[in-house]
């Protein structure tokens, strides 16, 4: 994942100058591991270079928020704006995964089988004609 920076950033006592180009990956726990290492999020000024980078921008931050939203976010040309916001947005409302449908029996349960008549028989009908 790449962001640059499109204005400082003061990161404690220092300052990262705008133009920076900052390089992530996901860690073996799982975590976001920035180089520089720094703490995220990073911040709204960061423009995503890459597809990875953006859905992580859009995880960071919530969509609806008026100061901090989406609508602040800043992707590079060339990066579908759209897909981007659909996969966050999907991947927020099913963190551990879309759950799976639990298994239907063969038949609707409205509707029901009678039971086999012994052999010989036949089924009267109640409908007349």
């Known amino acids: 994942m790449k962001w ?4 400082d950033w003061p990161v404690g006592p220092a300052v990262i100058p705008a133009g920076t180009v900052l390089t992530g990956d996901v ?4 975590e976001l591991v920035v180089s520089p290492p720094l703490t995220a999020p990073l911040p709204l000024n960061a423009v995503a270079l ?10 960071w931050y ?4 008026t100061i901090g939203g ?3 976010l800043h ?9 981007i916001l659909a996969q966050a947005r999907h991947k927020k409302k099913w963190p551990n995964g879309e759950p799976v449908p639990q298994a239907e ?4 349960s409205s509707v029901t089988t009678p039971a086999p008549l012994p052999a010989g028989k036949k089924r009267s009908s109640s409908a007349k004609g």
């Open 4 to 7: 640059q920076l499109a204005g």
């Open 27 to 30: 860690g073996p726990d799982g």
């Open 75 to 83: 992707f590079a040309p060339g990066i579908d704006r759209d897909k």
């Open 62 to 65: 919530e969509e609806s928020a």
């Open 70 to 72: 989406w609508h602040h």
């Open 105 to 108: 029996s063969g038949a609707p």
């Open 50 to 59: 890459d597809e990875e980078a953006a859905l992580q921008m859009a995880m």
